[in-house]
């Protein structure tokens, strides 16, 4: 009988301590664990049609952080992503929703998201904001935050630079790119950025998700 005792009491401290496993755990990639969520936005698509997020509700999300004038980490990123499409998609289709929001809105315009899109042959949807008002893009700043990313503009002397909209001098992005996959519930379960990319442990990943 004390045997017994003592085996429910050190059942009980693993479970306490929060040695067993769960589903988070079992992410490949980053795991989220507070219960993180997003604030509603409104944005525009590449077709200058407004998107509301409220639309994602009940719908396992990959948000994608990118920026079109990248060449690191972002067209290998959106090329996976395309495969991955390729993958669940039309057998997921009513239960998985692929977003694109630009961290260089001052230089990616609708047309900028259109003709990048274009290049990959993707059609998911590409999101940004309307041209600013007296440099006011706190909407963005909001999102980029809800998702941890981390998005610094840095001053350039090279001439192949593009001035965004709204910005006066030529510049780089340095920031956090990757995807962060939100569950049906709607909050945030797991990152994958450059550091830790690997697209089977994404698809693993997004298996175990769609079945939660």
């Known amino acids: 009988m004390r045997h017994r005792v003592i085996s429910w009491l050190m059942l009980l401290n693993l479970v306490v301590a929060g040695c067993l496993s769960s589903d988070s755990d079992n992410y490949a990639g980053e795991s989220i664990y507070s219960d993180q969520g997003f604030t509603e936005f409104e944005l525009i698509d590449s077709g200058n049609n407004s998107f509301n997020s409220s639309s994602l509700e009940g719908r396992v999300v990959i948000v994608n952080f990118f920026l079109t004038n990248c060449h690191n980490a972002c067209p290998t990123i959106t090329s996976d992503l395309k495969l991955i499409e390729q993958s669940f998609f039309p ?12 961290v260089d809105p001052w230089r990616d315009g609708p047309e900028d998201l259109l003709d990048y899109m274009n290049y990959f042959n993707v059609s998911w949807t590409h999101l940004t904001t309307v041209e600013f008002i007296d440099g006011d893009f706190s909407k963005m700043e909001q999102i980029w935050s809800d998702f941890g990313v981390t998005v610094v503009l840095t001053e350039s002397e090279n001439s192949t630079s593009i001035e965004g909209r709204g910005h006066t001098v030529y510049y780089d992005v340095e920031h956090t790119n990757g995807i962060v996959i939100i569950g ?7 990152r994958w950025t450059e550091d830790n990319w690997d697209l089977e442990g994404v698809k693993s990943d997004l298996q175990l998700i769609l079945r939660e």
Do not use: H, M, Y
């Open 184 to 190: 049906k519930d709607g909050l945030q379960k797991v």
């Open 91 to 102: 057998a997921q289709e009513d239960n998985l929703t692929i977003l694109s929001i630009t």
